[in-house]
């Protein structure tokens, strides 16, 4: 079977799109990477083949200031002088890519080879911040895959240097705009499909395990639709364990 892989500029997001070239419709899976990496992660990690093998569409996208980008670039915007990272700045990064899923479901929707009724979106790190972002503002997405990642935005990650002090109050309304964890009522019906490692430093853990309890309630009438896997011994790392998983829960929901 032939493989198309298409590198292109959707409404200014570079994105690239792998599927098999077999004429038949697919269901859309979105990637979107962790911060500092780009859309190529996905291709040079053979996951978009792997996508595409098993018959679905596979677009994974630059994040804002990622990439091929135009205009700034992560370490213009996002580190100070001192080094650290500006967190309100990133997470503006994380809403503005968000709103351009939003933007890619629209066009590639109206694809002949996608289903427009059939759509996950999985992240990675700072792509899992955005994924749980998309699903809150877009019921269009049937699956959700956030990894290593939170809807809490205003935690301050213990294994990033990041400065504070005066963006606090910053940080604080910008979460309180924007942070996923506000609206646990949008999440549902989407199959939602949460992973962490019980070693992560990059946000808490209790508060993702409270607003999984949370959402829960959401989720009464189809439970097998939430689930919320903590890996022992594992950090802020993306393993093969957790990629085996999220094909599992698009087999199962997509």
């Not at 999440?187 to 808490?204: C, N, V």
């Not at 993306?238 to 997509?254: D, I, P, V």
Request: proline content about 4%.
């Amino acid at each position: 079977m032939q493989w198309i892989e298409e590198r292109v500029t959707v409404r200014g997001i570079p994105v690239v799109i792998n599927r098999r070239d077999d004429h038949l419709r697919k269901p859309l899976v979105i990637l979107s990477h962790g911060f500092r990496g780009s859309k190529s992660d996905f291709v040079d990690g053979g996951y978009l083949q792997e996508l595409a093998n098993l018959g679905y569409c596979a677009v994974a996208i630059d994040n804002r200031l990622h990439g091929d980008r135009k205009g700034p670039k992560f370490d213009e915007v996002i580190l100070r002088p001192s080094g650290k990272a500006d967190l309100v700045k990133l997470r503006q990064a994380m809403k503005d890519t968000a709103d351009d899923i939003q933007i890619l479901i629209d066009e590639l929707s109206a694809y002949q080879e996608i289903e427009g009724n059939r759509i996950a979106v999985l992240g990675v790190s700072m792509g899992g911040f955005i994924t749980y972002k998309v699903i809150a503002i877009d019921d269009r997405v049937t699956v959700g895959i956030p990894i290593i990642s939170s809807p809490f935005w205003d935690d301050i990650p213990g294994d990033v240097p990041v400065e504070t002090g005066e963006s606090i109050a910053e940080l604080k309304a910008i979460c309180e705009r924007d942070q996923p964890a506000n609206h646990a009522d949008h999440f549902y019906p989407t199959a939602l499909l949460m992973q962490i490692g019980d070693r992560d430093e990059h946000y808490s853990k209790i508060k993702l395990q409270n607003f999984y309890a949370q959402v829960s309630n959401f989720y009464q009438g189809c439970p097998e639709k939430l689930k919320l896997i903590s890996y022992s011994d594992t950090k802020h790392e993306f393993t093969r364990e957790m990629w085996t998983q999220a094909l599992c829960w698009l087999r199962k929901f997509l």
